[in-house]
């Protein structure tokens, strides 16, 4: 099992930044791709980014390119999203993920951070 806890969430203005941590505990693996997801009202959940712990390329989605970055935390087990130049459509309950390399479907989820953009 690997647990994971999000932290950093909250009410921004549109243009400005956030920092979202994830940390994984648990069985954790060099071999393990942690992603985040967000679930905007009424729409589905979808995945913004992916990265795995072994360093490899990470994913972007196309809404987020340019704007979000993820990378590993200072923190040992720690998975970062950087999110600038935020904007109101970014307003969703973001989600920390995980899933073995082999596998498609992410097993692991955190709890969820609410990220309100007003504009």
């Known amino acids: 099992q690997v647990q994971l806890k999000e932290s950093g969430g909250g009410l921004v203005q549109a243009g400005d930044s956030l920092r979202l941590s994830c940390a994984a505990s648990g069985r954790t693996t060099s071999s393990l791709v942690m992603g985040w997801f967000r679930q905007a009202p009424g729409k589905e959940r979808t995945l913004l980014a992916s990265?795995?712990?072994?360093?490899?390329?990470?994913y972007y989605a196309d809404s987020v390119k340019g704007r979000f970055t993820i990378s590993r935390g200072n923190a040992q087990k720690t998975i970062i999203l950087q999110m600038n130049s935020l904007q109101s459509e970014d307003t969703a309950i973001y989600y920390c993920?995980?899933?073995?390399?082999?596998?498609?479907?992410?097993?692991?989820w955190g709890q969820g951070l609410q990220v309100t953009v007003s504009s």
């Open positions: 990265l795995r712990w072994n360093g490899a390329i990470p």
């Open positions: 993920a995980a899933r073995p390399s082999g596998r498609d479907e992410y097993e692991y």
